[in-house]
T-cell receptor, first 115, second 115 residues
Framework: DAGVIQSPRHEVTEMGQEVTLRCKPI?????LFWYRQTMMRGLELLIYFNNNVPIDDSGMPEDRFSAKMPNASFSTLKIQPSEPRDSAVYFC?????????????FGSGTRLTVV | AQTVTQSQPEMSVQEAETVTLSCTYDTSESNYYLFWYKQPPSRQMILVIRQEAYKQQNATENRFSVNFQKAAKSFSLKISDSQLGDTAMYFC????????????FGTGTSLTVIP
């Protein structure tokens, strides 16, 4: 298995532009999580899906952020419009029915820089 | 709500020595799971070790072991015979046994192994 695949690995964009981050979870995993990592706030859960349905989006900072999971093999996190304070590493993670045994599998993250 | 605290932002250890990273958590749950993740400079999140709260025996994975004190709500990670490749951020995480598979992460400890 190729693991959780995120793209792009790096993204530099100008303030006000739309940014779309992509994630392909591990085949067979039914849960998907989006995290944001910064030095100041550590790892923050933004949103998670079970069976493609958003379960908890209370971590989404504001309306500029949106996430979708149209099918079991793909999810996007969109920021529109982007702001410099959105600069961070964004991780996608997935897990299966045995999360307690195997934990999450994380992607390599997308480093977003908004200038 | 569950909270996870890692009180040591940074630590260092001499190569081949032993180091212990601390983690405490707060929960009213009686059954749950605890994890340690490693994030090297490559930023990939890697599962190091896991512990089930209902097991009294401390988990061990090669040079990594935990000291799980349920009453004290403490879950420390011991790394024996430290190697340069152990240099990384280490995150402690908590997951409830029932009611979803959301992780609660600590803020991390940055460990440097000194040659």
């Amino acid at each position: 298995d190729a693991g959780v695949i995120q793209s792009p690995r790096h993204e530099v964009t100008e303030m006000g532009q739309e940014v779309t981050l992509r994630c392909k979870p591990i085949s067979g995993h039914n849960s998907l999580f989006w995290y944001r990592q910064t030095m100041m706030r550590g790892l923050e859960l933004l949103i998670y899906f079970n069976n493609n349905v958003p379960i908890d989006d209370s971590g989404m900072p504001e309306d500029r952020f949106s996430a979708k999971m149209p099918n079991a093999s793909f999810s996007t996190l969109k920021i529109q419009p982007s702001e410099p304070r959105d600069s961070a590493v964004y991780f996608c993670a997935s897990s299966g029915v045995q999360t307690s045994n195997y934990g999450y599998t994380f992607g390599s993250g997308t480093r977003l820089t908004v200038v | 709500a569950q909270t996870v605290t890692q009180s040591q932002p940074e630590m260092s250890v001499q190569e081949a020595e032993t180091v212990t990273l601390s983690c405490t958590y707060d929960t009213s749950e009686s059954n749950y799971y605890l994890f340690w993740y490693k994030q090297p400079p490559s930023r990939q999140m890697i599962l190091v070790i896991r512990q089930e709260a209902y097991k009294q025996q401390n988990a061990t994975e090669n040079r990594f072991s935990v000291n799980f004190q349920k009453a004290a709500k403490s879950f420390s990670l011991k790394i024996s015979d430290s190697q340069l490749g152990d240099t990384a951020m280490y995150f402690c995480a908590f997951m409830k046994h029932a009611g979803g598979n959301q992780f609660y992460f600590g803020t991390g400890t940055s460990l440097t192994v000194i040659p």
